[in-house]
T-cell receptor, first 114, second 112 residues
């Protein structure tokens, strides 16, 4: 089974802190994605990566950066956390080939910024 | 920017009824469409996809696509309380990389 894991289920941080969210997938997928999910707004893409060291901005990249040093790991970084970044963060992966719409999601990290 | 629109609900149906979930999209060039189910507190999982006009059936689920009218539907027959979840419609981004544009989702509540 495809498995996508995220480093924390719940995280509480202070305004201004640097926050790292880690995502690891074990199926050798080329593509990896970071979303945030807020009530009424659905899933919004922050960044994605289609290869090691490659990254592309999604729809809402402001205030975030990413790192992909290894194929299986995709990290989301909040350089200086703010209260409006309180949200559920979901990581996903998908293979380059195969069903273009099938993404496999991790369990999510609920981040609260105080 | 592509848009994918869904009624947020909640859509409340009695057990055993047919639940009909609708999604409209703005890009006439879209070729494929995906339905994800998300239980409360869980992450989304793919349950159906459809590429061609018409119906596609998988067990109690039927996806319907009408490209001329730019809508895609998901029908759930014999709805069960275990079907209570949020259903997300998704359309691939034309730029590739398996990037998806998601609708905000419709919350379905099936009551006994």
């Amino acid at each position: 089974d495809v498995k996508v894991t995220q480093s924390s289920r719940y995280l509480v941080k202070r305004t201004g802190e640097k926050v790292f969210l880690e995502c690891v997938q074990d199926m050798d997928h080329e593509n990896m994605f970071w979303y945030r999910q807020d009530p009424g707004l659905g899933l919004r893409l922050i960044y994605f990566s289609y290869d090691v060291k490659m990254k592309e901005k999604g729809d809402i990249p402001e205030g975030y950066s990413v790192s992909r040093e290894k194929k299986e790991r995709f990290s989301l970084i909040l350089e200086s956390a703010s209260t409006n970044q309180t949200s559920m963060y979901l990581c996903a992966s998908s293979p380059l080939a195969g069903n273009a719409g099938e993404q496999f999601f991790g369990p999510g990290t609920r981040l609260t910024v105080l | 920017q592509k848009e994918v629109e869904q009624n947020s609900g909640p859509l409340s149906v009695p057990e055993g009824a047919i639940a009909s979930l609708n999604c409209t999209y703005s890009d006439r060039g879209s070729q494929s469409f995906f339905w994800y189910r998300q239980y409360s507190g869980k992450s989304p999982e793919l349950i159906m996809f459809i590429y061609s006009n018409g119906d596609k059936e998988d067990g109690r689920f039927t996806a319907q696509l009408n490209k001329a009218s730019q809508y895609v539907s998901l029908l759930i027959r014999d709805s069960q309380p275990s079907d209570s979840a949020t259903y997300l419609c998704a359309v691939p981004f034309s730029g590739g990389y398996n990037k998806l544009i998601f609708g905000a989702g419709t919350r379905l509540a099936v009551h006994p």
